[in-house]
């Protein structure tokens, strides 16, 4: 089986455009390496216009990645260069992969919080503060964002400016004032003006 090497997808000099062409080749050649899709096929792919796919794919083969062999009257043949041949696995060698997989996505998230950072656990704790002061949705569309504050700010400096927003808009349902329509925003706010790196 060929697929396309991790050193094509990940290259710099390639444009999204141009790795997706790749990719949607890649996947038409399936145990070889040639394909002869359609530009319009290729573009649906991609979602992308076919315009777009026919000026992608010669600046794919000047660089060498495939090589594009016209038919009269037929869709072309493109030959990728760049696939590579893998096995085919057996199931335990799919679960020792997606095993490895894992393990370095948890080595990374543990290397991401560096010596003083907050703990998974007191972020978690935090979003459900903002959760349960700013109500599920607005938490789940900011997520995010809160979980950035709940990284760089400190705990107490959370705590202080949601004791003060919770407030605030218990205050406006009991005047019968507009609520905050914004209290991302004006959490944001009150953890600028105490001084917090935002």
């Known amino acids: 089986m060929y697929v396309l090497s991790d050193d094509i997808q990940t290259a710099s000099y390639l444009s999204i455009v141009e790795i997706s ?19 319009l096929r ?40 760049c ?13 020792a992969s997606d095993e490895q997989r894992t393990s370095l996505i948890k080595q990374r998230l543990q290397n991401a919080f560096r010596e003083g950072a907050k703990s998974w656990k007191e972020i978690r704790a935090l979003l459900e503060d903002i959760s349960e002061v700013m109500g599920e949705d607005i938490a789940q569309r900011n997520r995010g964002w809160f979980t950035t504050i709940a990284k ?19 205050e406006a349902q009991v005047t019968g004032e507009d609520t905050i329509r914004n209290p991302s925003g004006w959490l944001t706010w009150a953890l600028r003006d105490a001084g917090q790196p935002i």
């Not at 696939?83 to 060698?93: F, K, M, Q, W, Y």
């Open 21 to 39: 062409v790749l990719r949607a080749l890649a996947h038409h050649c399936g145990s070889k390496r040639e394909c002869w899709p359609s530009v």
């Open 152 to 170: 760089r700010c400190s705990w107490d400096s959370i705590q202080t400016a949601l004791h003060a927003l919770k407030c605030r808009m218990l």
């Open 42 to 81: 290729i573009a649906l792919f991609c979602r992308r216009s076919p315009r777009t796919i026919q000026r992608t794919l010669p600046r794919l083969e000047e660089l060498k990645l495939i090589e594009i062999r016209e038919r009269k009257g037929r869709s072309n043949v493109y030959i990728v260069t």
């Open 83 to 95: 696939l590579e041949e893998r096995g085919v696995t057996n199931r335990d060698d799919i679960i």
